[in-house]
């Protein structure tokens, strides 16, 4: 096996930006596909397409056969006892958005708390800052060190009687960092508070054990995964699920429907309203199959190669100002957040998009956390399991393309 042996499954990288071979850099953002996910979806509308749970025709019935087997692969590779805990949603924010506008609305009171780190993303703080408009609850805020480590007095600290809802990423999209999960769900559930934990960032790199860890929910996105966008998952413990009132309405979540009342069907239908994605369903359950194929140790291999080379190739130039403590190993993912001397992250990004190389510039949905670094945007590179040492260099080589368009010699 050498680095570029994943490459070849995914399509895309036969194709050229302009003259430049595709250098794609923007991983955290979200993932390319091998081709057996593409071909599964394409099978499936060509095959099998047809509304799942209503018909009673063949056809229907082999497309829900094919919905429901994608919910039980998500329910065995994440561990969890049923596959009725397992919801189908749009992505992590909708996932995350379902639980502020039911669970949280349905126990938070005035003067309860809801904690969350500030390096998370905006998608697990804006639903939970409307959720406390609603319901009089406060968040409140835990802060790391300049380094982005979040202590354990620091957890001790925030975390109380009055927490109801910690709620957190399992590896930060900003710093690359992971988080100290299990210090935060037992401090979490020694208080009572149930845990959620966004698994946006890790689901593509590390497994992810949700009985073992014992959150109460869980939720991720399949395009962070090889997967199709589209398609979210939001785990829930079966009672607390069970308790939950439904969150969109209208067909395929009843039970039964009256003029002025419905009763409404049992989890996980209950938070399906509507027509889902079939072939995104489908499809991540073909990115399911792909990471088990490769299996998350070699995966980590090979982005912690890439990673500990890019990190030793941007930390000579005294000019890049990198974020986070540069770990390597367990806690640190292949993201690499940094800054260059004399040019705005905005500018680096187009002039290395010049050169055929796609990074992320900006905020990175997560201001607080910027405000909090002091830096208002940053470049970030984030690799996956196609990036290659190549890729490292030919990044390397565009930023000193874009130091000198700056008129820096080097
Ligand atoms: N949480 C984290 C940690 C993320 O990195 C992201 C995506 N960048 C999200 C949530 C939101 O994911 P999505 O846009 O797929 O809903």
Redo the contacts with the bound molecule.
Sequence with gaps: MNDATFLKDFPIFSHQVGEKRLVYLDN??TNQHPACVLEAMDTYYRRWNANPHRGVYRLSSESTKLYEGARQAVADFIHSKSSDCIVFTR????SLNLLSWTYARMVLQKGDEIVIPVS??H??MVPWQQACKATGASLVFLYPDSDGIYSEEEIEKKISSRTKIVSF?L???VLGLGLPAEKLIKKAHSVGAIVIA?C??SIGHTPLDVSDLDVDFAAF?G??MFGPMGI?VLYGKWELLEAMPPFLTGGDMIEYVQEQESSFAPIPQRFEAGTPDVAAAVGLQAAIEYIKKIGYKTLREVEAEVTTYALERLSKFPWIKMYGKPLTGERKFPIITFTVEGIHPHDVASILDEDGISIRAGHH?AQPLMHFLQVPATCRVSFSIYNTKADIDALVVGLLHARRVFGYEH
Excluded: F, P
């Excluded at 992505?91 to 909708?94: I, P, Q, S």
């Design positions: 955290a953002a992505n992590t924010t909708e998370e993303h998608s697990n990423a590896v930060g999209n966004d946006a960032q996105s395009h962070k979210g949905c």
